[in-house]
């Protein structure tokens, strides 16, 4: 059972430098996800998605671009790489709202270091 | 917005000991619950949650409390293993579209 899947796990970036990160999920879930992880935090919203063409801000958006063409995939873009990027992203999925009490299930996160 | 509030942020029992942890949330309209536990280096993963019709609700060795009216919900983890040790996450619903909001986690340690 693949459930959520993101690439790459590892990743360095130089400042500056931009890059994607995939995730694709298998479970025909509508809700996706993006978030972060800074040490010592919580999970930080970046953007999600309700279904396929439709995409919106979360709590933490700048820097950040997605991109939701089909419902298996959601990719997320960093342009301009900064510091500040250094991150856990975890990419998640949904069958309905979290309002609904929906059970989210996470990959198994892309470890970023810009330098 | 949401503001969750999750304390304490380190917890360490001995094993067989009990462990509660807590969490407090703003927003009265907030209907949903979980509690996510994070092993280190591992993706966060549902343990139990609670929706607001419920006070609580166990499951094994896990069980969760919640307090509609003081806007606060607990996790306790009876007779901890070592194997619980981990960071775990409080969360509820938040903002236009009910996203979770997610505490900033309590790191447990059970000592053996």
């Known amino acids: 059972n693949a459930g959520v899947t993101q690439t790459p796990k590892f990743r360095i970036l130089k400042i500056g430098q931009s890059m994607t990160l995939q995730c694709t999920q298998d479970m025909n879930h509508n809700y996706m996800y993006w978030y972060r992880q800074d040490p010592g935090m919580g999970l930080k919203l970046i953007y999600y998605?309700?279904?396929?063409?439709?995409?919106d801000k979360g709590e933490v958006p700048n820097g950040y671009n997605v991109s939701r063409s089909t419902t298996e995939d959601f990719p997320l873009r960093l342009e301009l790489a900064a510091p500040s990027q250094t991150s856990v992203y975890f990419c998640?999925?949904?069958?309905?709202?979290?309002?609904?009490?929906?059970?989210?299930?996470f990959g198994e996160g892309s470890w970023l270091t810009v330098v | 917005g949401e503001n969750v509030e999750q304390h304490p942020s380190t917890l360490s029992v001995q094993e067989g000991d009990s462990a509660v942890i807590k969490c407090t949330y703003s927003d009265s309209a907030s209907n949903y619950f979980p509690w996510y536990k994070q092993e280190l280096g591992k993706r966060p993963q549902l343990i139990i949650d609670i929706r607001s019709n419920v006070g609580e609700k166990k499951d094994q060795r896990i069980a969760v409390t919640l307090n509609k009216t003081a806007k606060h919900f607990s996790l306790h983890i009876t007779e901890t293993q070592p194997e619980d040790s981990a960071v775990y996450f409080c969360a509820t619903t938040g903002g236009s579209q009910g996203n979770l909001i997610f505490g900033k986690g309590t790191k447990l340690s059970v000592k053996p």
């Open positions: 998640a999925s949904s069958s309905g709202g979290g309002a609904r009490g929906n059970t989210i299930y």
């Open positions: 998605s309700v279904g396929a063409g439709i995409t």
